[in-house]
């Protein structure tokens, strides 16, 4: 069973840092796309940045220049960056992974549970 652990969410002030971390375990053959999505209350699950297994990354417009995504392939662990944080940016963020099977037979997308990240002064 594939999961994806989430870590390093928390309330921060206006301007402040943090840094988000996801770790896929189980049994699999190999990672594509990593990417970290948000959703904030009210409103409809965002994409924040993706990342293939190779090639350039992607950005939402309301993070370009403030968030940095990246990955370590021989952990299996994606990581969001994020700098000069903003009340809109409060949400639940959530890891996202798309996962070849052993078998490298299927492709599947797979969810992390979430981490809260909360703006405020």
């Known amino acids: 069973q594939v999961q994806l652990v989430e870590s390093g969410g928390g309330l921060v002030q206006p301007g402040g840092s943090l840094r988000l971390s996801c770790a896929a375990s189980?049994?699999?053959?190999?990672?594509?796309?990593m990417g970290w999505y948000r959703q904030a209350p009210g409103k409809q699950r965002e994409l924040v940045a993706t990342?293939?297994?190779?090639?350039?990354?992607n950005y939402a417009d309301p993070v370009k220049g403030r968030f940095t995504i990246s990955r370590d392939n021989a952990k299996n662990t994606v990581f969001l960056q994020m700098n000069s944080l903003k009340p809109e940016d409060t949400a639940v963020y959530y890891c996202?992974?798309?996962?070849?099977?052993?078998?490298?037979?299927?492709?599947?997308?797979?969810w992390g549970q979430g981490t809260q990240v909360t703006v405020s002064s």
């Open positions: 990342i293939p297994s190779g090639g350039s990354t």
């Open positions: 189980g049994r699999f053959g190999s990672i594509n796309a």
């Open positions: 996202y992974a798309k996962i070849l099977s052993q078998s490298y037979l299927r492709l599947t997308d797979y």
